[in-house]
Each structure stands twice: as C-alpha cells, then as structure tokens.
C-alpha cells in the first residue's frame, strides 16, 4: 500500500513544522511525518525549514544566529495565527518523545546545503538512537555528503537523497551511497523511473503531491509512498481507492 508522508505535517491547513501540525497529520490518518532539521547557535536541534526566520515567524535573522531559549519564544503560527495562536518551534527531541508512542515513520531532513552545520548528523543520530526509532525513522537530505556521511556512523538508519533534477539510473546512485530510497521532485519521477526503481528494490517517495489527480495515479502505480502538505485529503483519497 502506497504510504502518506505529511510534509512539514499538515502544512496546508496547519502551521509547518510545529507541533499542532504533526499531532494533525497522525489525527488523520498519516503514515509518516517529514520535518527539517537545523541547529541553534548554541547546537541544539531545531525543527524548522528556511534558514531565515523571517517566512514561518515574527523572528529576524537566521536561525544559526540565535539561541534555543531565544527561537523558543517566537511565534511560529505565521499564517495561520487566528486559528493556532502562538505556536512554537519544537526541538527534534520533543518530536521524538512524541513520535515513539505513535506508529509513525519520521522522515528528518538535514538541513544543511546552505549551512554546513557541523555536528548536524551526530546529534540526530544520537537523538534517534536515544529513543529507539533507528527502525523508523528516514534521513534525507539535498546534501548527499551529509548521507553518506550519516550512513557510515549509522548503517542502521535508512537514508533517501532528496534531487530536484533528472538523475541517470537513480537507484543505482541511491544504492552506490547506501540509501535504501529516493525522495526526488515529482517532476524528475517518471512512471518508467518510478517502476525501475521499485524493481530494483528502491522506494520512491516523491514531493510535494497536493493535486488529487496525481495523488489518484500515483496510488494506481502502487508507488512506495509521496509526501503532501494534505496528508487529509491523500488519506480520504486512499480510503475511496481502497473501497474500489
């Protein structure tokens, strides 16, 4: 069965990468959750996508120039605040704790392309090691220095290159760094490539699928899973499917 992966949580009806967010996309139904990774300036882990903070909160500036108890403060409601007033950033940590108690699969993305943080990788991998999610939880990344990186100081943990642009043959690239899967833009992920990959025993999991119609066809291929900001709506659309 194709899997849902709510991107940022539900971050079409709910303020991205906040809790609210993820405790949406477990209410309806999601069978994952992707989020992104940064660090503070004083190391800790941070679960928000920009760089800047001036998209997804009242802050300025970046987020590697503040610390912790600092972001903690901000509002992270941005567009959504009428509905969900004051909600935080959360640190990976209290994701975690959370997600354990769930049958959730987390979906982590270092964010580290523009900001090479240094420690990133181990202090994830420690943070997951901690609360015994090894088996469920993914790493992915547009850095695929960083994954490779991760693989060889945690083989255990699956990891999936994140691309945006056509790669030749990408589960042999996904294989020839350890990944066990390939996260690309839907519009590099072709049938022909989608099957191939499967084929050669390589998930693909897809971004950002929020257009009902190429939700409906990517679960007639039986893809692996695809990620959406309206984890609700894939949900439902599944369920119609699955009745069929």
């Known amino acids: 069965m194709t899997q849902i992966f709510a991107h940022r949580g539900a971050a079409g009806t ?3 990468n906040t809790m ?4 949406e996309a477990y209410r309806v139904g999601a069978d994952g959750i992707e ?6 300036k004083d190391g800790e882990v941070v679960v928000i996508h920009d760089e800047l ?3 997804t909160t009242n802050g300025k500036g970046n987020v590697k120039d503040h610390m912790w108890k600092d972001l903690q403060s901000l509002d992270a409601g941005y567009k959504f605040q009428k509905q969900f007033a004051r909600a935080t950033i959360p ?17 982590i993305e270092l964010k580290n392309g ?5 420690g990133l990788e181990e202090k994830v991998i420690a943070l997951v090691r901690t609360y015994s999610m090894e088996s469920r939880v993914i790493l992915s990344s547009f850095n695929h220095y960083s994954l490779v990186y991760a693989y060889r100081i945690a083989p255990e943990i699956e990891t999936a290159p994140l691309y945006r642009d056509g790669l030749y043959m990408p589960w042999v690239y996904a294989t020839s760094i350890g990944a066990k899967a390939i996260h690309p833009s839907i519009h590099t992920a072709p049938d022909a490539i989608v099957a191939a990959s499967m084929k050669e025993g390589v998930a693909v999991r897809p971004y950002t699928i929020n257009n009902e119609d190429k939700m409906r066809h990517l679960f007639e291929i039986g893809i692996s899973a695809f990620i959406t900001d ?8 599944r369920n119609t499917i699955d009745v069929q």
Do not use: C, M
């Open 114 to 118: 523009v900001y090479p943080y240094r």
């Open 230 to 237: 309206f984890p609700e709506r894939a949900v439902k659309l």
């Open 35 to 40: 989020l992104d990774v940064q660090l503070s």
């Open 14 to 16: 709910h303020p991205e």
């Open 20 to 23: 609210v967010s993820f405790y």
């Open 53 to 55: 903070l001036d998209r």
């Open 91 to 107: 640190n990976l940590e209290e994701v975690l704790a959370w997600i354990q108690g769930t049958n959730l699969i987390l979906n």
